[in-house]
T-cell receptor
Framework: GIQVEQSPPDLILQEGANSTLRCNFS?????LQWFHQNPWGQLINLFY???GTKQNGRLSATTVATERYSLLYISSSQTTDSGVYFC???????????FGTGTRLKVLA | EPEVTQTPSHQVTQMGQEVILRCVPI?????FYWYRQILGQKVEFLVS????????KSEIFDDQFSVERPDGSNFTLKIRSTKLEDSAMYFC???????????FGPGTRLTVL
């Protein structure tokens, strides 16, 4: 089945810094989402982005489906950005999501 | 904005007991999913449900698990005889079509003692 790898696994930033999180996948996909898992365990939808670029405030995401990767950019990070970021992909011919192993982000005040 | 709801938020049960986890998806969604996340690990797919039947299931979803959409609004996951290793956060999700975003509920934390 499709493999989804995220990097880096852990990231520590000072408040105000920028960061780029990466998601690589091993096969073509029809669906891709980025989530933020908050300290209460809830999965917060950030972007649905099977291709192209989207922006929402300080966050933006780009997926290059032909090269099998997606990037999540966080600018001017805040302590509330801390948590785990997951990408989830839906491979061709299937409805389910396969999640990556996540990037654990800690933003220090 | 409509959202997916799940009850209970936390369930504690004894090994061998049956549990039913409940979800109310967004009303215009047609595709439904259960996922689980063991503490500290990634989220894993369990089962997808469309047109009142299972469309796909993972190896985790064995005979101890079942899903139902009994009344057109609730979507349930039943575990017949819980094991210690069933302890996890269980997420329900739904979507309108197979090519748009999935909306996740807040999860039910299941603890099996």
């Amino acid at each position: 089945g499709i493999q989804v790898e995220q990097s880096p696994p852990d990231l520590i930033l000072q408040e105000g810094a920028n960061s780029t999180l990466r998601c690589n996948f091993s096969d073509s996909v029809n669906n891709l989402q980025w989530f933020h898992q908050n300290p209460w365990g809830q999965l917060i939808n950030l972007f649905y982005i099977p291709s192209g670029t989207k922006q929402n405030g300080r966050l933006s995401a780009t997926t290059v489906a032909t090269e099998r990767y997606s990037l999540l950019y966080i600018s001017s990070s805040q302590t509330t950005d801390s948590g785990v970021y997951f990408c989830a992909v839906g491979a061709s011919g299937t409805y389910k999501y396969i999640f990556g192993t996540g990037t654990r982000l800690k933003v220090l005040a | 904005e409509p959202e997916v709801t799940q009850t209970p938020s936390h369930q504690v049960t004894q090994m061998g007991q049956e549990v039913i986890l409940r979800c109310v998806p967004i009303s215009n969604h047609l595709y439904f999913y259960w996922y689980r996340q063991i503490l500290g690990q990634k989220v894993e797919f369990l089962v997808s449900f469309y047109n009142n039947e299972i469309s796909e299931k993972s190896e985790i979803f064995d005979d101890q698990f079942s899903v139902e959409r009994p009344d057109g609004s609730n979507f349930t996951l039943k575990i017949r005889s819980t094991k210690l290793e069933d302890s996890a956060m269980y997420f329900c999700a739904g979507r309108e079509s197979s090519y748009n975003e999935q909306f996740f509920g807040p999860g039910t934390r299941l603890t099996v003692l």
